[in-house]
């Protein structure tokens, strides 16, 4: 069984690596925007949060159904429910500049957005809140994350650029 976490900056490449996680271990895939915003508010902005109890019975679920997966995101509220069911944790830590670069060349999530033009709509508003990473004290933060690598006690890797054979 494999149990992975994958979490970061917005931009720092979790869905790239959860998605290649998967294929190569033939494992489920839970990202955590599919449980924690309000399928109704998406096109608004900015969007509405689920109550983190219907995102935990979600995760439940999840967790309840697949014996081997990768979850990634970047709500360190979330995270924490899935933390003690984890084998390894995998901390996205790249700089700002890289989360920036990486969230231009982002191709359309069409489970987030309507179309490739809504979500260049909403570029700029992201390319700010992925700037304010290491100010932040929300879920979203370095300094929540931070926290959340420190306290894993299970196998876990930090990343400080886009090759994963720079860890820290």
């Not at 490449?13 to 309000?38: E, F, M, P, Q, Y």
């Not at 999840?62 to 069911?85: H, M, R």
Request: glycine share 4%; aromatic share 8%.
């Amino acid at each position: 069984m494999t149990k992975i976490v994958v979490f970061g900056n917005s931009g720092s490449g979790k869905s790239t690596l959860a998605k290649n996680l998967v294929k190569g271990h033939h494992i489920a895939h839970l990202d955590l925007d599919s449980v924690a915003w309000a399928p109704s508010s998406l096109p608004t902005n900015p969007p509405s949060r689920l109550p983190i109890s219907e995102s935990k019975v979600l995760i439940e679920t999840f967790l309840s159904k697949n014996t081997s997966w990768v979850i990634e995101g970047c709500y360190s509220d979330l995270l924490a429910e899935v933390l003690p069911s984890a084998d390894e944790l995998i901390f996205l830590n790249l700089p700002i500049n890289l989360c920036v670069e990486n969230a231009k060349a982002r191709p359309w999530e069409p489970h987030k957005y309507a179309s490739k033009q809504a979500q260049d709509a909403n570029l700029d508003m992201l390319i700010d809140w992925i700037k304010d990473y290491e100010n932040r004290t929300d879920t979203f933060s370095k300094q929540s994350h931070q926290v959340l690598y420190d306290s894993f006690e299970g196998t876990k890797t930090m990343y400080t650029s886009n090759s994963h054979s720079e860890r820290q």
